[in-house]
């Protein structure tokens, strides 16, 4: 079955500092990715997605993230961060497997920028 | 405005107690979706439609019964909430089943509390 793992439950930085979340998937004949981003009592927001074409796939808020096939990772990167990226970050893979689609999410990483 | 609405954002009650989660999005699409998410679970499939009156268990659909009579209405039901349904509820829908730039929209969650 696929698979999605977020490699740092948490990671806190501080601001104007770089980040990189991990993320591992198992792998599959086809891959869709995905990085959702949780803010405080809100809801899920898309951030980028890897479909297909390009590996280097950038998204909202200066976020992007790589798909490395050989090494089955979409790991988020931002050069420099704000208070406001203060969130829970999912990364999900898009599965269809018969009759059935579903997104299958890691467990999330908890990023805190400290001032 | 594309949106994915749910209904109540929040609730609280009691064990045994039926209750209604309403979901409905407005952007025409054939996919709809329920997970729960926990505490370093991350997010878990309930039940999806893939059109109207195609629902199916997805992941964790103990104890959750869904119905899909318009295509823009996917409401989740517990007849008979536990505890252990305390959670945080989102609504997901997608233009369609097996679509290579499927997106699933999120709605902005219910956060239920089963006394």
């Known amino acids: 079955a696929q698979s999605v793992t977020q490699l740092d439950s948490q990671v806190p930085v501080f601001e104007e500092a770089p980040v990189e979340l991990r993320c591992n998937y198992s792998s599959s004949v086809s891959v869709y990715l995905f990085w959702y981003v949780q803010y405080p009592n809100q809801g899920l927001q898309l951030l980028l997605k890897y479909l297909s074409g390009s590996t280097l796939v950038k998204g909202i808020n200066g976020f992007e993230a790589e798909f490395n096939k050989s090494q089955t990772s979409f790991h988020l990167r931002k050069p420099s961060v704000h208070i406001s990226d203060t969130a829970e970050y999912f990364c999900?893979?898009?599965?269809?497997?018969?009759?059935?689609?579903?997104?299958?999410f890691g467990k999330g990483t908890k990023l805190t920028v400290n001032p | 405005e594309a949106q994915v609405t749910q209904n109540p954002r929040y609730l609280i009650t009691v064990t045994g107690k039926k209750l209604t989660v309403t979901c409905s999005q407005n952007m025409n699409h054939e996919y709809m979706s329920w997970y729960r998410q926990d505490p370093g679970l991350g997010l878990r499939q309930i039940y999806y439609s893939m059109n109207v009156e195609v629902t199916d268990k997805g992941d964790v659909p103990e104890g959750y019964k869904v119905s899909r009579k318009e295509k823009r209405n996917f409401p989740l039901i517990l007849e008979s909430p536990s505890p252990n349904q305390t959670s945080l509820y989102f609504c997901?829908?997608?233009?369609?089943?097996?679509?290579?730039?499927?997106?699933?929209?999120f709605g902005a969650g219910t956060r239920l509390s089963v006394l």
């Open positions: 997901a829908s997608s233009l369609g089943y097996r679509r290579a730039k499927n997106i699933q929209y």
């Open positions: 999900a893979v898009r599965v269809t497997q018969g009759g059935s689609e579903k997104l299958v």
